[in-house]
């Protein structure tokens, strides 16, 4: 008997920022934007995995770390999670050209 384990579905508390910085990421993210995601955090410095430091340096936009503070705790573990699920969709050549970015170190 084999059984799956599936992962409970957690409720958004506050749609509207919730969507807001789930839009934010997704455009981030998008083939369209990707690269130039990544350049700017280059130059601001940043790891990819630093969330919290992305959102202060402005870089998903201004608005998205309000939006990102109002939220409570649950909603802000979902956004977390949503980013970094999204940060290693990045295609593989586009993650070879910013590995300092990705770097553990």
Not at 41 to 57: H, N, P, S, T, Y
Request: one cysteine or more; aromatic letters at 10%.
């Amino acid at each position: 008997m084999t059984a799956l384990r599936e992962q409970g579905v957690i409720p958004v508390a506050d749609p509207q920022n919730f969507d807001a910085v789930h839009a934010a990421i997704e455009a981030a993210f998008s083939a369209a934007g990707v690269k130039d995601f990544l350049k700017s955090m280059q130059r601001a410095g940043l790891r990819i995995r630093d969330f919290e430091l992305v959102l202060g340096k402005g870089i998903l936009g201004a608005p998205a770390a309000a939006q990102y503070n109002r939220l409570g705790n649950g909603d802000q573990g979902l956004i977390r999670e949503f980013y970094l699920a999204s940060l290693e969709q990045v295609a593989p050549e586009l993650r070879v050209q910013f590995c300092k970015l990705y770097a553990y170190y």
